[in-house]
C-alpha cells in the first residue's frame, strides 16, 4: 500500500505540475463559469425570449433595428408589420432611392419595397447565414393579402382564422420520464465520458511506454512492484481526469442554474440535470474509465517506442468508439433489447446505463446487476493489466503481441 501511495503520489504531482493540464482546466472552467452570464451583459432576447441586459433590471434593448419600406401597391399597414417584426423599428421611405441609400449606409438593417399584393423586393447590404427576414416578410404579405381579400368580400378574417386556429388544451401526465426533455444532456455526458477514457487512457499507455524507452522502468521495478505501479498511474488519471472533468462541468451546471432565469431555460436540455443523473453519471462513469485504464496501461506496456503506442491501442480505441456509436444511435430507444443487453456489459455500462436511468425505467437490481458486474470486470481488467505490464514491461525490441501476451500469461499461472 505504501508503495502505490508513493506512485499515486508522483503521477498526480506529474499531472498538477503540468502547466498544460492546468491551463487547460482554468481556461475551460472560466469559460464555462463566465459563459452562462451572457445574457446579463449583452442582449440575447432573439434566443433566450427574455429582454434582460446587465442584471435583473428588465431594461429593454434600446438600440432596435431599423427596417425600411415603400409601399408602392397601397396594401401595407404597420400594424401588422410591428405584430411579427415586435423587436424592429419601421420607417416608411419616400422613394426607392431613399430605401437603398439608408441600406448602403447601414443606417437601415435592412429594405422592403412591395411592388403588388402578393410581390416585393427584398433590400439587404450583407446577407448572413441566419438571415431570416424575408421568410418573415412572406408571412407579412400573406397576411395582408387575406384581410384585403376577406374584407372586399365583407368576410370576417379574425372568425375565419379563429375557425382554422381554435385552441387545443392538453393537460400531458408524464408519469415517469420525458426522454425528449433528457436526451440532450444525456447525449452530452455519453460524449464527455468518451473522450475522458480516450484521453487520459492514451495518456496512461504513453506514460507507461515511455518509462520503458528511457528505461525508467528497469529501476522502477527494483523499487516497487508492477502492480503498485499500474495501479498508481490508474489511480492518478482517475483523480486527474475526476478533477478536471469536475471543475468544468461543475462551474457550467452551478453558473448556469445562476442564470437560468435570465436564459429563460433555453439551455435546460444541456445543462439542468437531476442529482441522481449525475451521481449514476460519476459513478459508471469513473467504472468505465477504470476498466479502460487498466487496458490501456497493458497496450502501452507491449510495445517499446511510443509511436507504436497508437497501433497497440488500436483494437481498443475501436472498441471504444464502437460503444460510443452504439449508445448515441440507442438513446432514442433507451427500452429497447440493445441498450439492455449493453446496459450489462462492462464495455458499455458505464454510459449505456446512466442513459437509461436518465431517459427510461430501470429497475433496482438491473442497476445493482450492472454495477457488481462492472466492479469485477474492473478488479479483472485490472489484474490482466497487472499481468501484461510485469511480463511486458522489460521487454524490448519489436512490439509483442496481445494474444503472445495472453498465451505467456497462461504458462505462468500453469
Known sequence: MRKFCIVLKYELKEYFSSKGFLAVTVLLALAALVLPFLPRLVDLSGFTGVKIVGGDSGQERKDRDLFLYLD????????????????????????????????????????????????????????????????????????????????????????????????????????????????????????IVFMLIVMYGQMIAVSVTNEKSNRAIEVLVTSTSSNSLLFGKVAAGALGGLFQAGTILGAALIS????????????????????????????????????????????????????????????LLMVVMAVYFFSLFQLENVDGPVIRVLSFLPVSSYSTMFARIAMGTVSAWEVVLSFLILVLSILGAGALGAGIYRMGTLRYGNPIKLSTALRELRREKR
Not at 72 to 99: H, K
Not at 104 to 120: D, H, N, P, Q, R
Not at 273 to 289: K, R
Not at 303 to 310: F, G, I, Q, R, Y
Open 72 to 191: 408602392e401597391a397601397g396594401t401595407v399597414r404597420e400594424s401588422v408589420l410591428r405584430e411579427l417584426f415586435p423587436e424592429a423599428e419601421w420607417q416608411a421611405a419616400a422613394q426607392r432611392q431613399e430605401l437603398i441609400d439608408g441600406v448602403e449606409s447601414k443606417k437601415a438593417k435592412a429594405g422592403f419595397v412591395i411592388t403588388g399584393e402578393t410581390e416585393y423586393e427584398y433590400f439587404v447590404y450583407n446577407k448572413s447565414m441566419s438571415d431570416t427576414n424575408s421568410y418573415r416578410f412572406d408571412e407579412v404579405m400573406r397576411t395582408l393579402y387575406r384581410e384585403n381579400y376577406s374584407k372586399a368580400r365583407g368576410w370576417s378574417l379574425k372568425e375565419i382564422q379563429g375557425m382554422y386556429n381554435v385552441p387545443i388544451t392538453v393537460s400531458e401526465q408524464v408519469l415517469n420520464k420525458d426522454t425528449g426533455e433528457n436526451f440532450w444532456y444525456c447525449y452530452l455526458l455519453v460524449i
Open 256 to 315: 448556469y442554474q445562476i442564470n437560468r432565469k435570465a436564459w429563460g431555460g433555453r439551455l435546460d436540455m444541456f445543462l439542468h440535470v437531476p442529482a441522481e443523473v449525475l451521481v449514476t453519471f460519476a459513478v459508471f462513469g469513473l467504472g468505465g474509465y477504470l476498466f479502460y485504464a487498466f487496458l490501456y496501461g497493458a497496450m502501452g506496456a507491449l510495445v517499446s517506442k511510443t509511436e507504436d503506442v497508437s497501433k497497440s491501442a488500436g483494437g
